[in-house]
């Protein structure tokens, strides 16, 4: 099993749709998450961490499911700017300090 | 400032050429990353400095050599590289990592693309 793992799509979907991404982590001792944003040639930028009660921000949403080592990602209210790919992001815990590892990434076309 | 530097932002190199990408950054981060991005794929991890002092070396070959001057800097050597090694470097930075329990995350700088021929 791969250590950090998502679909990597590509998720065609119209503006307006809502859209949701699965993350799974192997190592269940990993304690920070994240989900990046990024757009082509660029570099990831920060979405947001996810944390283990659940955090909203504006129209995305994260939650972590810990007994299944996954992380999820919701968009309400597809935007064409949300076009993008989305990397989750997961600690290694076998390595001291910060260490992350990406998944591929899902890839989101919102289309009008 | 809330950004991370790199420069330059394209490189091209011959395969016996030394270059160096620089990486800066001025948000008091005390660790600092180097990651590798080929096309279609994820970052990888190459090296971690942690209070300028290297903590981590993903086994990457002798032709890429770091450096942590201090804690705003952050340099990548290079020397005697393959086309393989094309690629999107990008540096990252983020806070104490001692205070794992309040890890926020990587700021990452634009990257560096670079070509060798």
């Known amino acids: 099993r791969k250590e950090v793992e998502q679909d990597p799509g590509p998720f065609n979907v119209p503006e307006g749709a809502t859209v949701a991404f699965n993350c799974t982590y192997s190592n269940s001792a990993s304690q920070s998450f994240f989900w990046y944003r990024q757009d082509c040639r660029k570099e990831p930028k920060l979405l947001m961490s996810v944390y283990s009660s659940g955090n909203e921000d504006g129209r995305f949403t994260a939650q972590l499911n810990r007994a299944s080592q996954y992380i999820s990602l919701l968009i309400r209210d597809s935007k064409l700017s949300d076009s993008a790919t989305y990397l989750c992001?997961?600690?290694?815990?076998?390595?001291?300090?910060?260490?992350?590892?990406f998944g591929k990434g899902t890839t989101l076309s919102v289309s009008s | 400032d809330t950004e991370v530097t790199q420069t330059p932002k394209h490189l091209v190199m011959g395969m016996t050429n030394k270059k160096s990408l620089k990486c800066e950054q001025h948000m008091g981060h005390r660790a600092m990353y180097w990651y590798k991005q080929k096309a279609k794929k994820p970052p990888e991890l190459m090296f971690v400095?942690?209070?300028?002092?290297?903590?981590i070396n993903e086994s990457v070959p002798s032709r890429f050599s770091p450096e942590c001057p201090n804690s705003s800097l952050l340099n990548l050597h290079l020397h005697a590289l393959q086309p393989e090694d094309s690629a999107l470097y990008l540096c990252?930075?983020?806070?104490?990592?001692?205070?794992?329990?309040?890890?926020?995350?990587?700021?990452f700088g634009s990257g560096t693309r670079l070509t060798v021929v």
């Open positions: 990252a930075s983020s806070q104490d990592p001692s205070k794992q329990g309040t890890f926020y995350g990587y700021t």
């Open positions: 992001a997961v600690n290694n815990p076998n390595q001291a300090g910060t260490a992350l590892i």
């Open positions: 400095y942690s209070y300028e002092k290297l903590s």
